[in-house]
C-alpha cells in the first residue's frame, strides 16, 4: 500500500507517508492505492480510515466491485463518493501471492497469439473518489500505479514546478490522470501490433511460402475482439462520468467553476484516446480478417491456374491419345499400317497437332507464364 498526502495550495508538493493519515490535509486530498489482495486483507483497516477522513465507507456491493478481478469497466456513485472500475490495457500479466498480499507470483500465466498481445494485460483498476480522498485498487504489481507515484513526486520538486508541471486539483482530476496514462500505454504498443500483423499479411499473401502459423492467427482475432468490448466498457463508463459531471452543482467561486470545467476538458480527452484505442483495435482485427479472406482468394486463384494448366495440357494429348489408339486397334489391314513411311507420316501429324493446338491455347492464354 502506498499513501500520498497531496496539497494542493500555498506549497504544492507530495510526499509519500507510511501509514494512512487520521486527518486531511489543510489544502489537498490524500491518495491511497493498494493491490487487490491487500486490499482484501487490510479492507478493516481502510474502512476504518475512510470513515474517519471522509465520514463514510464503501458500501458492501462497491468492496466487492473492487475486489472482483472480473468486472467489466464501469461507472456508480453515491451521494458522498463515485465508483470507477477501469480495466487496464498495461503491459504485464502477473497474479498476487495470497501468502504476502501485494507481492506478485514470478510466474506468468500463459496467453497464445502474438507477442505483443500476450503482454496486454487486461485486469481491472478500481477508483474510489471521494471529495478528499482517492482509493485505488490496483492489479499486483501494477507499473501504472508505479509510474503515476513517481511522475508526482517528481512534480513536487521546485525544478518541475517552475516549468509549470502542474499537480492534479482533485480527487477526481488524480482519477482522469491515471487513467489517461493507462490508456496511452496502450497507445505505445500500436506500433508493435501493427507490424506484427503486416508481417502477417505478407506472408499469407507470399505465395512462395507455406503458412501454417493459423492458431496464432485465430487467437489474434478473438484477442481482438476481446480487446473490442473491453474498449467499449471503458468508452461507456467514461461516458456515464462525463454525465455525472453535467449534474454537479456550479461552483461558488470562479476557481471552482474553472476546476470543473478542467474536469470536463480531461474527461473527454480521455475518452478521445478511448475512441482512437476503439479505433485501432477495429482496424487490426479487420486487417486480420481481411488478410485470412485475402490468403484463402489467393489460394483458390493459385489453384484456379493449376487446374487450368492441367486441363490445357490434357487437352493437348488428347489428340494424340487418340491417334494412338486408334493405330492400336488388332485390325489386320489398316492405311499406311505396313507403310515404310507411315511411322513418319503420323509422327509428324502428331507433332502438327501438339503445335497448333499449344498455339492456339496460348493466343487464348490458356496457357501463360505467371509471375511471382
Request: charged share 20%; net charge negative.
Amino acid at each position: 500500500m502506498r499513501i500520498f498526502n497531496i496539497s494542493t495550495a500555498g506549497s504544492p508538493g507530495v510526499t509519500e507517508a507510511e501509514a494512512i493519515p487520521t486527518q486531511l490535509p489543510a489544502q489537498g486530498f490524500i491518495w491511497i492505492a493498494c493491490a487487490r489482495r491487500e486490499f482484501e486483507v487490510l479492507q478493516a483497516q481502510v474502512q476504518t480510515a475512510l470513515q474517519n477522513l471522509c465520514g463514510t465507507q464503501l458500501v458492501d456491493l462497491h468492496v466487492a466491485d473492487l475486489l472482483n478481478n472480473q468486472l467489466p469497466s464501469h461507472y456508480d456513485y453515491t451521494s458522498q463518493y463515485d465508483i470507477l472500475v477501469f480495466r487496464r490495457l498495461a503491459a504485464g500479466n502477473t497474479e498476487s501471492d495470497v501468502a504476502q498480499p501485494g507481492q506478485p507470483l514470478h510466474a506468468r500465466l500463459k496467453r497464445s497469439g502474438p507477442p505483443v498481445l500476450k503482454r496486454i494485460d487486461t485486469s481491472p483498476v478500481g477508483f474510489a473518489v471521494f471529495d478528499n480522498v482517492l482509493l485505488t485498487v490496483h492489479p499486483t504489481d501494477c507499473t501504472v500505479r508505479d509510474a503515476y507515484a513517481q511522475r508526482l513526486l517528481n512534480a513536487s520538486t521546485v525544478e518541475s514546478r517552475a516549468s509549470g508541471v502542474k499537480l492534479p486539483a482533485s480527487p477526481a482530476d488524480l482519477m482522469l490522470r491515471i487513467v489517461n496514462m493507462m490508456v496511452d500505454g496502450y497507445l505505445e504498443l500500436r506500433r508493435e501490433l501493427t507490424h506484427q500483423l503486416d508481417h502477417w499479411q505478407t506472408e499469407l499473401l507470399n505465395p512462395g511460402t507455406r503458412f501454417n502459423n493459423w492458431s496464432a492467427i485465430m487467437d489474434a482475432r478473438l484477442a481482438m475482439h476481446h480487446l473490442d468490448e473491453i474498449c467499449e466498457d471503458q468508452r461507456a463508463a467514461v461516458q456515464d462520468w462525463i454525465d455525472s459531471i453535467e449534474t454537479w452543482p456550479d461552483g461558488t467561486t470562479p476557481a471552482a467553476q474553472r476546476e470543473r470545467d478542467l474536469l470536463k476538458v480531461r474527461s473527454r480527452d480521455v475518452l478521445e484516446h478511448i475512441e482512437r484505442v476503439v479505433h485501432h483495435v477495429r482496424r487490426m482485427e479487420q486487417s486480420a480478417e481481411t488478410a485470412v479472406q485475402m490468403h484463402f482468394s489467393a489460394q483458390s486463384h493459385r489453384t484456379n491456374d493449376i487446374m487450368r494448366t492441367l486441363t490445357a495440357v490434357t487437352a493437348i494429348f488428347l489428340p494424340l491419345n487418340l491417334i494412338t489408339g486408334f493405330f492400336g486397334m488388332n485390325f489386320e489391314f489398316m492405311p499406311i499400317i505396313h507403310s515404310d513411311t507411315g511411322f513418319w507420316w503420323t509422327f509428324g501429324l502428331m507433332v502438327l497437332l501438339v503445335v497448333v493446338v499449344l498455339t492456339v491455347f496460348m493466343r487464348k492464354r490458356y496457357i501463360a507464364r505467371t509471375g511471382r
